[in-house]
């Protein structure tokens, strides 16, 4: 397949502006557009930055100040050998929304990126004025669905055979990275992504290194669960977030059940807004970007206007 060179789809052009950022001992790439309150949207995988490119628009043209960047280990960002654990992905968020020189943001997530939102809302309180995860139920109720739902594991199952050696990066990479756009049809709950789009992202996948990080993350999340450092991790996000929460969950998702969501409300003390969207899956923000929208800007605007 032809396509496009990695380095051109990680800056790719558009109504916003790339910056890089240090943080957290790491170098981040941001995108950004607009002015106003800040917005930090965080993608997932096997995606980037560019995921927001349709909200990086709308949020602007909002009154938003809208930041999307690049997670560590994707992208523009550094790859670093370690530090692919949710606290160590927090912390960066955290000290990019720092380093943007702003006391606060609403941080919205999806997928595993919804999975750090939580996270930031839960250790870094002082900075987050608003929660939006997508495609992802608290992280406690997530390892419990994966522990004790056999269709949750059946769809995590690519999870498992991510905890191999070497393995999955040759998988990842191999054929000019198929298998991303396997999943992403494979998650997707339309007629999505069409042709283009999954170029952009297969060619994503082909930044050095970028498999092999992306992986990383994948292998904390099983491999932690019995160790000291996973029982760490659930107890410090145990209480309820003290910001309000809207969940946003394809009725279609083919990655995370709807039904491992139930119960996130008992996370979220200061409101809670549950959307359950039709005919989408596990990237409703790209499937149906007009949809998404109609959802996302009133309840951004209801909480900044008090």
Known sequence: MDLPDPASVVRAEGPWTH?????????FHVVEAGEGPLV??????P???????????????AGYRAVAMDMRGYGGSDHTPHGYDPLTLAADVAGVVRTLGVSEAIVVGQGWGGLVAWTVASRHPELVTGLVAIGMPHPVLLRNAFVGMPEQ?????YVIGFQRPFVPERQLTRDDAALVEEFLRRWS??????????????????????AHCSVEFHRWAVRSIPRRDGRSFQMSVADPVTMPVLQVH???????????????ESYAANGYTRVEMEGVGHFPHEEDPAAFDKVLLPWLDALVQG
């Open 47 to 61: 995606t980037f930055w560019w995921t927001w490119r349709h909200q990086l628009v709308t949020l602007a043209d």
């Open 250 to 264: 394809g009725i279609e998702d083919g990655a995370v059940l709807l039904s491992s969501v139930d119960g996130s």
């Open 153 to 157: 594991r059946r769809l995590a199952r």
């Open 19 to 27: 910056r890089e950022i240090t943080a957290n001992a790491c170098r």
């Open 189 to 210: 709950g339309s007629d999505w992504p069409d042709e283009e789009t999954a170029k952009v992202y297969r060619a994503a996948m082909l930044v050095p290194n970028t």
């Open 40 to 45: 930090i949207l965080l993608h997932g995988f």
